[in-house]
């Protein structure tokens, strides 16, 4: 009996978790225009400008820490 109550909860938990889920995955709405593929605001409309700059930042962030193992050797 109380291997059969045991079984019942751990459905209803697994049940209630996807729902919850599915509940926070659709609270993000996007409008589908063209051009409009970021979750955000990129300032300009230079495209070409925009990945330039997230490519530095990208390679600035990734090769920090192997710089400072190099400065400290």
């Known amino acids: 009996m109380l291997a059969h109550r045991a079984t019942t909860a751990a459905r209803a938990s697994g049940l209630v978790r996807p729902l919850l889920a599915l509940r926070h995955a659709r609270q993000y709405h996007v409008e589908n225009k063209v051009n ?6 990129y300032e300009g409309k230079s495209k070409r400008r925009f990945t330039v ?3 530095v930042f990208c390679a600035f962030g990734f090769g920090t820490p192997f710089l400072a193992v190099r400065f400290q050797q």
């Open 36 to 41: 409009n593929n970021f979750p955000f605001k």
């Open 53 to 55: 700059g997230f490519l």
